[in-house]
């Protein structure tokens, strides 16, 4: 892990790109999964969800490089705040990371869980094969 830069006055570019990546990803996801049900049963919901799983997998892997950069080559800032406030912001930056975190393992395992196909290529084998859920 690379020591806090204190002339530093802002991120690298690596670190913005990886943030700004994260939160769009997020929001895209968010998004996919509120419209999902929208499509009817059949093959354009399977495309619908498999749009959402190819993009949790996206998410997965950009989390992963930023994680990965944060803890060897990102630039570190100094706390903008000391004390209880600064621990407190390191908390919940920590705890954003893993809940992002959680949401893709969460994500992962419903994927394998209903066995879902992947735009009619391929099927996850499914956790429980009698698991009677909507495709």
Partial sequence: MHP?????????DTTIVFH?????????????AQIIDWFP?????????SVHIAGGVLLALILLGRI??????????????????????????CGLYGLLVLMVMLGMALAWARGDSIFNLFSLPPIDPGNKCQR
Avoid: M
Wanted: net charge positive.
């Fill in 20 to 32: 700004w990546a994260v939160a769009a990803l997020v929001a895209i996801q968010w998004f996919g």
């Fill in 41 to 49: 049963s059949g093959p354009s919901r399977i495309d619908a969800r």
């Fill in 68 to 93: 990965v950069w944060r803890l060897t080559a990102g630039r570190r800032l100094p706390s903008a705040e000391g004390g209880i406030v600064g621990l407190i912001a390191k908390a919940a930056h």
């Fill in 4 to 12: 806090v830069s204190i002339a530093a006055t802002r991120y690298d």
